[in-house]
Structures are given as structure tokens and as C-alpha cells.
């Protein structure tokens, strides 16, 4: 017999995947020029190139069996040493290889520390809406209940008053992504360290710590000089889940880490549990060719000269039409109030143009909707017009 719950999940595909896909439908139909695909975050600028030069480098000085072969389970210790390097470089951290895991990607990781916390079948996670929609199926997986946080869509930052009302004593992990997907806005140290003060009042009165998660995969992508505060300075019981997907334009590959900092709280055993969710899920020895990159490329930053122009030219472009959006200081979204309030409808309306964009419904934020500007200059220009037609005037 097969689990509804996993047919469910196969069978429903995400609204994203099928705008997406809608999207290469359309093109042959009516020219893929007219087509206008703000749907999927892909990133659109290319590796920095001493990436595949490492990958080059690698294939040619080291024998093959190596660059194949097993790793040990939690990763290289040259790719994990270079990545607390960096990480002690920029934060002053204290990471020592020994804390760091390393991952698939984000999304792997993320279900290894949910499966690792999950100790009791009432164990909740709460997330800040906007949220990336698939910590719900993660969370479902692991075995726990995911709990949301409404929006505050004044700011966008954390509203920690109905945060509060939801933690309980069952609340294990509150999920922090910043820069934020969808919104792109960056939360600021004052959020976070007012969030830190709550966690750690709330930890007290029920006698178990409840983590921060902190999702990073867009830590890399802020514009204008923004500050992106390492979470672990502000907060001890953070668990940090990086991916290389979007700051090295590498999601196919499948490569990030976890860091459980010595300071967090049963720091050796939560690592050990992170461990053994990833090895109940088959989910170990990240790809070696991949690990050995970062070996190398740990401290490569993005050339973001090209996020940064898309993501001014829409702002400027949008805001003069009268559309209302989130700050958008990070990763590669714009979050942009739906005229008539009406998302899901409002994206029906801009897919009749052949403009693809994502309801905010699907990110816990009706009455919003997504754009990803990983696009060419020359599409946002060709957009334009359908945007000024859905909005008016
Ligand atoms: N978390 C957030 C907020 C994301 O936006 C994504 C991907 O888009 C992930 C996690 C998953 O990243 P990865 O491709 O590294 O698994």
C-alpha cells in the first residue's frame, strides 16, 4: 500500500515547479521572448570562475579513486577546516571543523536537524511567514508540528508579540530565514537579539532550549552595504544550515554544511543526533568532488553586480507604477503587495500576459506575491508593459 501522505507530496506539484513548466509550454507557443518568468530562484549569474578552476585543478592532481571515493560521512576534514576558517575570518566565530556537518544543500540539512530535535511525537517548529513553503512537508517528515508566525507586513522583520503567544512547551526550534525567501529583507541584529532574550526567558521557564535554526542560503546576497548578523554572536543555541546554491550559483550540485557551535546548549549531542538523522535518512558523504571545491573556494564571494541592477531597475520601475513592495536588501526576490489584494487571482491575471509570478498564499502571505530577478535585463524591459497593465492607470 502506498502512504497517502508520500503520494500527496508527489503527486501535488509545487505552484512554483508548474508556472515553471507552464512557462516552457508557452514559450513554444507564443515565442519565448514573450514570455515573462519570474517564477523559479534559479541563479542566473555563473559560478565565480576559480570554481571551475578548482574543478579543473582537482580532476587533473588527484587520482580518481580519491575524487570519486567515499568520504567520511560528515564531510572532508580539509572542506570542513577551510569552511571554519572563513567563518572565524569574517565573525570571529570560534567554528572548529569538529562543529561543522557537511550537507547536500540546505534543504537535507534542514531535515536532519528537524529529525534530530523531533524527540517527542508533540515536538513543534515554528516559522516566520513569509516562509520558504517546504519546511512544512520537512517538518511533517521529521515527525513534528509546524506552527506559523504571521507576517508583519509593515516591516517585514519578526513580529515577536504573536511569536510569542505560539511558543509552547513543546517548541523546539524557532526556523530564522534572513535574508528572507520571499521577502528579501534582511532581519536586523535588533530583531534578533530581541528574539534571542525571548527564546532564552521562555527556555527557562520550561527547562529545554529551544534553537534558533538559522536558514541561510542567501547569507551571501545583500545589496547597498547591508549587514547580515551572524546569528551564533547574537544567540548561543543556534544551529546554522548553509548551502552554496545561491552564493556560488552551485544548486545542482548539492553542497552546504551545518554548524552546531560549542556554546549551544547539549552542543555534542545535538551534533551527534544532526549525525544520526542524516545517517537514518541515507544522508551522508556529501558529493567528494564537490566538498573538495570548497576546499578550496570556502572564502570566493559572489559578483552580485547584476542581481544588484535587475534588482534596482524593478524596484525603481514597479514603485513608480504604484506597486508597494518589501525592502529588498537581500537574496534574489522582490515581494510585492498584489493590487486588489487578491493574490492567487492576481497571478492568474499576470499568467494571461504570460507573466509568471508566485502567490505569496503558498508562503503563509496572501494578498502578496513573489518575484525571483534571476533574469536577463532585456526580459524585465519586454515585462514592463504587463505589469503597468495589471496594475492600471
Ligand atoms: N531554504 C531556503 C529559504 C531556500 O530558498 C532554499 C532553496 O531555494 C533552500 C532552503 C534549499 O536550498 P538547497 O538548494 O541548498 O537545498
Known sequence: MV??????????????????????????VVGPENVFDYSLGNPSIPS?????????????????????????AIGDFATRKAIADDLN??????????????????????????RALAATPQAEFIAIAPYFPEYKPFVDCAGGKLTVVPADTEHFQINLDALAERITPNTQAVIVNSPNNPAGT??????????????????????????????????????????VPFIPNLYRNTIVCYSYSKSLSLPGERIGYLYVPDGAQDSAELYAAIAGAARAGGHVCA?????????????LRPDLAAYDRNRRTLQS??????????????????????????????SEKAKAKNLLVVPGTGFGCPGWFRICYCVSPEMIQRSLPAFQALIGK
Not at 4 to 17: C, D, P, T, Y
Not at 101 to 109: E, K, N, S
Not at 287 to 299: D, F, T, Y
Open 186 to 227: 534582511v532581519y536586523t541584529a535588533e530583531t534578533l537579539t530581541a528574539l534571542g532574550k525571548l527564546l532564552d526567558s521562555r527556555a527557562a521557564q520550561y527547562g529545554h532550549p529551544i534553537y534558533i535554526l538559522a536558514d541561510e542560503p542567501y547569507r551571501e546576497l545583500v545589496y547597498g552595504g547591508v549587514e
Open 287 to 299: 558529493p567528494s568532488l564537490w566538498q573538495k571545491v570548497i576546499a578550496r573556494c570556502a572564502g
Open 317 to 346: 520601475a514597479l514603485t513608480a507604477m504604484g506597486y508597494r513592495m518589501a525592502s529588498p536588501d537581500g537574496a534574489f526576490y522582490l515581494f510585492i503587495q498584489a493590487p486588489g489584494g487578491d493574490d492567487v487571482a492576481f
Open 3 to 28: 502512504s497517502k501522505e508520500m503520494w500527496a507530496l508527489g503527486a501535488n506539484r509545487s505552484v512554483i515547479r508548474d508556472l515553471f513548466e507552464y512557462g516552457l509550454r508557452q514559450a513554444a
Open 48 to 72: 565565480p570562475p576559480q570554481v571551475n578552476d578548482a574543478v579543473r585543478a582537482i580532476l587533473a592532481d588527484t587520482d580518481s579513486v580519491t575524487v570519486h571515493g567515499y568520504t567520511p
Open 89 to 114: 575570518q569574517r565573525y570571529a566565530a570560534g567554528v572548529r571543523p569538529e562543529n561543522l556537518f557537511i550537507c547536500c544543500g540546505a534543504a537535507p540539512g534542514l531535515i536532519a536537524v528537524f
